[in-house]
């Protein structure tokens, strides 16, 4: 066992415990979902919707904004959208769980609409930072948004070979987090007239995190999957 090993069951031990605190608060809403009729790809659909939302207030903060005035209000909008609605990814799939509604074709659409979903909303925020003149921030966000692919892709292409991959610290969860962390804390402390920096730099910073370890993780998983392949041989 590697030194990194324990910290990382540490870690999955702490995001498995959160995620059933989570479910916890939920389910009730959950089962009010299924008594009226709500099936788990209408709720995913819903939760795709909100991230599009979310993305074009980010457009519209880069057309209304400049480098000397960010339009930080719509900021934190953006991130209040992208928090809303991506507990929609946690709802639909405890509706398909607790409604006997478990389906190969919705794992598969709720698959894809998240793709779709992290390309809208890190698109949405590579324009802004376009818009206002912070190209580099804009090229950072490209690479975060490249790393969030390529971590789900490695992970399908292993399982297509039967593989388990599922190793990684900067998966789906944690990378809605720290986005929609990262706007609303962005909109926040530039929205207030005792903010003494840019504030853009928190937005910065968390693209900045996920480019890094979003692509530690995909490389991880790769290295994951050729052991298991020699392993095998």
Known sequence: ??????SASAFKRFRDALQQGIYCVINPLVR??????????????????GNIAAAG????AGYTGSDTEM???????????IILFSLFD??????ARIGGMVSTFGAMYDSVLDRYCE???????????????????????????VGSLMVSYVRARAEGLGLDCKVGFMQRPERVVVTALGAIATGLAGSSAAASFEAWWILACAMAIIAIFANITAFARIAHVRRQLTQRS
């Open 119 to 145: 390309l809208f909303t890190l698109g949405g925020i590579s324009f802004y930072f376009i818009q206002t003149g912070h190209v580099v921030c804009a090229l950072v966000t490209f690479v975060a948004l």
């Open 32 to 49: 009010f979902m299924i008594r009226i009729g709500i099936t788990p790809n209408m709720v995913t659909t819903i939760g795709l919707l």
């Open 71 to 81: 339009n930080y209000p719509l900021v934190t909008l953006a991130g209040s959208l």
């Open 57 to 60: 207030v980010f457009v519209w």
């Open 90 to 95: 946690m709802l639909d799939g405890q509706v």
């Open 1 to 6: 066992m590697t030194k990194s090993e324990p």
